[in-house]
């Protein structure tokens, strides 16, 4: 009886340890995923060791580029080892994302859905931790809004 107990004690520690990206689409959806936001008992710190990468189609995109209002982007980040979320700001959108606007993903790369023309940039970031440590936020990668022109005229 006591080995079954500790079986059941080892399996509920291990779901723990392993599952803080998930809590972050589910328990804690409304916790931000920003530098300073204490997370897991610590305060979330910037970090340029991993970055988000973006694709449409087959070309890789720079942060600063224009998105094309409607498109479907490939999102990812640089390293998935360990634990991670990715997030997008609304009114753009993951396809089967979590949390209010599907705007969370854990554990997995997936498709951004942008929004029309004349919603404002985008921005899409990470988070990742090794283990129940420090919380890792990556620069925001941002894709500018079509509508907007970079020039203006005088009245």
């Known amino acids: 009886k006591m080995m079954i107990l500790s079986l059941l004690l080892i399996i509920y520690q291990i779901r723990y340890i392993y599952s803080h990206a998930s809590y972050m689409t589910s328990s804690y959806c409304t916790r931000?995923?920003?530098?300073?936001?204490?997370?897991?008992?610590?305060?979330?710190?910037?970090s340029t060791s991993r970055s988000v990468i973006?694709?449409?189609?087959?070309?890789?995109?720079?942060?600063?580029?224009?998105y094309v209002a409607g498109e479907s982007l490939t999102v990812s980040l640089s390293s998935t080892s360990n634990e991670y979320n990715l997030q997008v700001s609304t009114p753009a959108?993951?396809?089967?994302?979590?949390?209010?606007?599907?705007v969370r993903l854990a554990n997995t790369g997936g498709t951004v859905i942008m929004p029309s023309a004349g919603s404002g940039?985008?921005?899409?970031?990470g988070g990742w931790a090794t283990g129940e440590s420090t919380v890792y936020i990556s620069s925001s990668f941002i894709l500018t809004?079509?509508?907007?022109?970079?020039?203006s005229s005088s009245p």
């Open 32 to 46: 931000a995923l920003t530098v300073g936001t204490t997370i897991m008992g610590k305060s979330a710190v910037s």
């Open 54 to 66: 973006v694709y449409r189609g087959s070309t890789q995109l720079t942060s600063g580029s224009a």
């Open 93 to 102: 959108s993951f396809s089967g994302g979590k949390c209010t606007g599907s």
């Open 121 to 125: 940039d985008i921005s899409i970031w």
């Open 145 to 151: 809004d079509p509508g907007v022109s970079a020039t």
